[in-house]
């Protein structure tokens, strides 16, 4: 499943890339990653009062913190799929469960 999703994250974001002349090497995965993070560290922040909201409601703030989840986990998958780490395997190494197939 990891395998799958990481796969199409990767057909997104090699078309995404080869559109806008960004080029891709190992570094960029990493501080895509840190970017994503940055970018839901300040959604959170203006859901949870921390930072302005800009006028935004409640609901609109957590559809911007599932967005930027979302982001941060498709950087995640682009990172293990380029780099070609078993996520499956790491997973149940460190957290002692079976990932879905």
């Known amino acids: 499943m990891l395998d799958r999703l990481g796969s199409q994250f990767e057909t997104a974001s090699a078309g995404y890339a080869s559109e806008h002349g960004i080029e891709r090497d190992p570094d960029w995965f990493v501080l895509k990653m840190q970017e994503e993070m940055g970018e839901l560290t300040q959604a959170w922040n203006k859901f949870s009062g921390r930072g302005r909201a800009h006028g935004k409601s409640n609901g609109e703030l957590k ?13 995640v998958l682009l990172f ?8 499956a395997q790491a997973i149940e190494r460190k957290w002692h469960f079976q990932v879905a197939l």
């Open 63 to 75: 559809c911007l913190i599932e967005d930027e989840t979302a982001d941060l986990l498709g950087h």
């Open 80 to 87: 293990a799929h380029y780099h070609n780490l078993d996520l």
